[in-house]
């Protein structure tokens, strides 16, 4: 068992940097097209929810904006990627506790909440605003961290 799993580190370890690259990829992704829904501006279905026309315009802006934020971190390193992606994460974050509480009440006390987007999109976004960088990187810096 333990060999087994040794191998499996082994040949695992060289794709990790893929896990939050997917990830990052799929929340961005879902949030650009969960803003871009609500084009052309501004949004009917917030200002039928008695939003103003500026916020209605904003919100959708906002929500693009950040899954474009997620993505690009991808494609960054360091201090600026990190940033980047815990700031994008949160607003994910903040608009998906706004979402729940402001159009889906109804799913609070239920089964439904659970079977939406909406909640992962919520929890993989706070995935990334505790760790915002990748596994490698973090085992770059011990490893750095050890040879001083």
């Known amino acids: ?5 040794s191998l499996l580190n082994t040949f695992f370890d060289n794709f990790e940097f893929l896990g939050p690259v997917v990830l990052k990829s799929l ?3 879902a949030f650009i097209l969960y803003g871009s829904q609500k084009f052309p501006l501004p949004a009917d279905g917030l200002l039928s929810m008695g939003f103003t026309p500026g916020m209605a315009t904003i919100v959708p802006l906002i929500e693009v904006g950040s899954g474009l ?3 690009v971190s991808i494609f960054i390193r360091g201090v600026t990627k990190r940033l980047l992606t815990r ?3 949160l607003v994910i974050f903040c608009f998906m506790i706004a979402a729940i509480f402001i159009a889906h009440q109804d799913w609070l ?9 909406q909640i992962f999109l919520l929890g993989v976004s706070f ?3 505790v760790s915002p960088g990748t596994i490698s990187e973090r085992r770059k ?8």
């Open 141 to 148: 810096n011990e490893v750095r961290e050890e040879m001083s």
């Open 109 to 117: 006390v239920n089964a439904k909440l659970f079977k939406s987007v």
């Open 27 to 29: 929340l961005g992704i």
């Open 87 to 89: 700031i994008s994460a």
């Open 69 to 71: 934020g997620i993505l």
């Open 1 to 5: 068992m333990n060999r087994l799993d």
């Open 127 to 129: 995935y990334f605003i």
